[in-house]
């Protein structure tokens, strides 16, 4: 299943997508992190994806749309 996150280069052109609103901002935010972290998991059970990963990029730009960065 395709995420809505998928057509960003990274986070941060999540947050600079102005025909977002900031609740569907932080939705995708919030579901990139998740996917992120079960990647994580993964890795640290041997499973690698290859993917680059953008968790701590994701958490960065959720932080700011929240207001605590």
Same mark, same amino acid.
């Given at each position: 299943?395709?995420?809505?996150?998928?057509?960003?280069? *990274?986070?941060?052109?999540?947050?600079?997508?102005?025909? %977002?609103?900031?609740?569907?901002?932080?939705?995708? %935010?919030?579901?990139?992190?998740?996917?992120?972290?079960?990647?994580?998991?993964?890795?640290?059970?041997?499973?690698?994806?290859?993917?680059? *990963?953008?968790?701590?990029?994701?958490?960065?730009? %959720?932080?700011?749309?929240?207001?605590?960065?």
């Amino acid at each position: 299943m395709k995420q809505d996150y998928e057509k960003y280069d *990274n986070p941060d052109a999540v947050v600079a997508d102005d025909s %977002l609103s900031e609740a569907k901002k932080k939705e995708i %935010l919030k579901q990139w992190i998740e996917d992120e972290e079960a990647l994580v998991r993964g890795s640290a059970e041997g499973i690698q994806g290859g993917e680059e *990963n953008h968790l701590q990029s994701a958490q960065t730009a %959720l932080m700011k749309l929240k207001g605590e960065a």
